[in-house]
């Protein structure tokens, strides 16, 4: 399978799916989790060598994608990982390719949850998935403008909408200064690449 994780592009329009980008599939174990940590976790603290991030979770409003998110943070999945597509204006996307843009093996799909009244907002954090609703994995973005107008669910082509579980409550000037990042087009279907490298150093969950 070689479908990529997406977020609709703005380059076009703003009700058009942008499939040229973004990326994960397939299953692979994951191990080393701790449950309890994952469950009660409310936040996690992105550390990039652009500066920190820090997310507040909504697992009330989108708990199946929470739990997701939180078992790759625990795993140790997202480190090391990379910010691989950035759209001034628009977001900020990671979590799926290493450094030398290689996909990381994922867990299975999570069902959409797009529908939890929750809104693609700046700052708000959402995750990335191919054309198929519920086909979203590890990758995730962060808007860097208001993007619910076309990324919300019943406003996308599909009507599903993309899944928000979370909000940038520190470092908005990080994702700022990412978003105006010089990028490049650099192998087959990988667009949006940064040109200065934007790594997940960790990302860790905080009680």
Do not use: C
């Not at 191919?130 to 996308?156: E, R, V, Y």
């Amino acid at each position: 399978m070689n479908r990529r994780a997406t977020t609709p592009s703005k380059i076009f329009t703003r009700t058009s799916l942008f499939g040229a980008v973004g990326a994960a599939l397939v299953a692979s174990a994951l191990l080393l989790a701790s449950p309890v940590a994952a469950e009660s976790a409310n936040q996690v603290t992105i550390d990039t060598n652009h500066g920190t991030i820090l997310i507040e979770l909504y697992p009330d409003k989108a708990p199946a994608t929470v739990a997701n998110f939180l078992q790759y943070v625990a795993d140790g999945f997202y480190n090391k990982t990379v910010f691989h597509r950035v759209i001034d204006g628009f977001m900020i996307q990671g979590g799926g390719f290493t450094s030398d843009l290689k996909r990381k093996i994922t867990g299975a799909p999570v069902k959409n949850e797009a529908d939890n009244g929750l809104s693609n907002e700046r700052g708000t954090v959402a995750m990335a998935r191919t054309p198929d609703p519920h086909s979203a994995t590890a990758q995730f973005f962060i808007s860097s403008a208001d993007n619910g107008d076309f990324l919300d669910h019943g406003k996308t082509g599909d009507g599903w909408g993309y899944t928000v579980f979370g909000r940038v409550i520190e470092g908005m000037d990080v994702v700022d200064a990412i978003s105006k990042i010089e990028t490049e087009a650099r192998g087959p279907g990988m667009a949006n690449v940064p040109v200065t490298e934007v790594k997940i150093l960790t990302a860790t969950a905080n009680q």
